[in-house]
């Protein structure tokens, strides 16, 4: 890792396995190296969710049963997930993106915290 890639911080499960395979698993990590690097993703990779936040993203990981999402953020010094699950459906279910919502301000009132200390 070089000292200008961003950190990642997992504020939930990592990719492992189950349910990703190997494959995804090395997948995914290729594409969050990239954003560690400062590259960025699109279709049909990466898709923006305003509905959870400015510089949120969603990380698509076709595995050979379904496709995973990697639900991340980017932060001028870190990537941040908050979520990974196999979505089945079109619609990003409501209670994902209120937990990502929920665990980003979590992560942003610590981070603050941890400036005002």
Known sequence: MSPTDKSIVWLCDTV???????QARCEAGGFLRLL????????????PMPTIGARCHELRINDHDATKRIFYRIDSDAIIIADILVKKTRATPTRVIQGCKNRFKEYDNAKREEKAT
């Not at 492992?16 to 190997?22: D, K, L």
């Not at 690097?37 to 898709?47: A, K, Q, Y």
């Open 16 to 22: 492992r396995t189950p349910p990703f395979s190997q």
């Open 36 to 47: 560690q690097r400062g590259d960025s993703l699109s279709m049909p990779h990466s898709r």
